[in-house]
């Protein structure tokens, strides 16, 4: 995969890391999607403006279910950049 955006700093929520270890899910694995223009399930209008944020240097944000009860963690990466964080939607 190539990567659209840099990710920067690479930050995750303690609540984030409990559910990535309980569902087995690799964190690089969600951070290589999200880099390369993989935004997980978002709704069509969020992916448009995830395509025109990567153009223009906004804010990105990818949404991916996991683990058998589907629950999402969130990857944003900041607009300049600089930093990119695995939560959960309720740590935002």
């Known amino acids: 995969m190539v990567a659209l955006i840099p990710p920067g ?5 303690p609540g984030a890391l409990e559910v990535l270890q309980a569902t087995g899910t690799d964190a690089l694995t969600l951070l290589r999607r999200h880099a390369a223009g993989d935004w997980g399930e978002v709704p069509p209008e969020d992916a ?3 395509e025109r944020s990567v153009r223009n ?3 990105v944000l990818s949404s991916y279910p996991i683990g058998e009860s589907r629950e999402r963690i969130w990857v944003i990466t900041e607009a300049d950049r600089s ?3 695995i939560l959960l ?4």
């Not at 700093?9 to 929520?13: E, L, P």
């Open 57 to 59: 240097g906004w804010r």
């Open 48 to 50: 448009r403006e995830n």
């Open 83 to 85: 930093s990119t964080c």
């Open 89 to 92: 939607p309720e740590d935002y």
């Open 9 to 13: 700093r690479v930050a995750a929520t």
